[in-house]
């Protein structure tokens, strides 16, 4: 997922076509869809998507930052491994940074490529609404999922207010499953639902 990964003959603005050619069975089709008109996720230039792929932690943060409409941004990358950011995601980091949307780890580390967890997401999502939306979550309660225990503490709070939002739900026998990997059409799902909420 490359900015400059978008092959010029994917037809995006085609309402008649997939702008996909590897979607067609997706579960995930219609946001998938949505979300690549929206101009929030790119495909490769092989025309594929990839759905099932995992998606990264830089991934979603440039995810995130298209949604916000690709602001410009100074700031100054400070997390240890920034020289490992590529050059494609390091603008939407230091946004992310700098909009507290990434906290990066307890080592002060970012881990670009690591795959962007459920929990994680939820944190990036809860956190981008609050500084960058400006939305307003009003009261919300637990969210009763049969793993809570297997959710950091860091991230319950977030995990319950996007449950309540109705941006993420569960994957079945109410289960978060926080640890799991944030596939690619998990992800263009969830920031289409977002994308209504403001």
């Known amino acids: 997922e490359l900015a400059q990964n978008v ?23 219609d946001y998938i869809v949505e979300a690549a008109r ?18 990264s932690r830089a991934q979603f943060v440039t995810m995130l930052w298209r949604m ?9 990358l400070k997390f240890t491994d920034s020289d490992s950011i590529d050059a494609v995601y390091r603008d ?32 990036f999502l809860y956190r981008y609404l609050k500084t960058v939306a400006g939305y307003d979550f009003g009261a919300f309660g637990d969210a009763g999922y049969a793993d809570a225990a297997d959710i950091k503490d860091c991230y319950t709070e977030a995990v319950n207010a996007i449950t309540a939002a109705g941006i993420m739900k569960g994957t079945g026998g109410n289960m978060f499953s926080p640890n799991e990997d944030a596939s690619r059409a998990m992800v263009a799902t969830v920031l289409v639902r977002m994308a209504k909420l403001y």
Request: net charge negative; aromatic share 10%; glycine share 8%.
């Open 7 to 29: 092959s010029a003959s994917t037809p995006i603005d085609d309402p008649n076509r997939d702008p996909f050619i590897d979607i067609a069975y997706s579960d995930y089709h």
């Open 92 to 123: 939407a980091v230091a946004w992310g940074q700098e909009k507290g949307i990434v906290l990066g780890y307890d080592d002060n580390t970012f881990r670009p490529d690591e795959t962007v967890s459920r929990a994680q997401m939820a944190a």
């Open 38 to 55: 929206l101009g929030i996720v790119y495909g490769h230039t092989d025309g594929r998507f990839r759905p099932d792929d995992p998606t």
């Open 68 to 76: 916000a409409g690709e602001p410009k941004c100074d700031a100054k």
